[in-house]
């Protein structure tokens, strides 16, 4: 069965830093692109950042480029997402998702990290 588990998330002050990682299991992590997607309250879920399955490229979200940074460790199985230079409107849960291609979410989500952003 296909399960990502997320870790990593948390307060920190706007300016700060964190790290998001997610753990696959149950698939061939490295033919699949590998997502982060966020859902700020009241909001819709929105893809943050993608990575190609052997993570040669990369892509981002225009609200977050030039701070964030999406990279997978294949031998790990897992998905990094680096976010720096926090804003308050980067608070939300942060899911990790097993891409159904790119640019498009698939069908497998982990449980979700909470992110919050303030002073």
């Known amino acids: 069965q296909a399960q990502l588990v997320e870790s990593g998330g948390g307060w920190v002050q706007p300016g700060g830093a964190l790290t998001l990682s997610c753990t696959a299991s149950?698939?061939?992590?490295?033919?699949?692109?590998m997502q982060w997607w966020r859902r700020a309250p009241g909001k819709e879920r929105e893809l943050v950042a993608q990575v190609s399955e052997f993570g040669y490229q990369t892509d981002y979200a225009d609200f977050v480029k030039g701070r964030f940074t999406i990279s997978r460790d294949n031998d790990k199985e897992t998905v990094y997402l680096r976010m720096a230079d926090l804003k308050p409107e980067d608070t939300a849960e942060y899911y990790c998702?097993?891409?159904?291609?790119w640019g498009y979410g698939g069908d497998v989500w982990g449980q979700g990290t909470q992110v919050t952003v303030s002073a």
């Open positions: 149950g698939f061939f992590f490295s033919n699949f692109v």
């Open positions: 998702n097993r891409g159904k291609a």
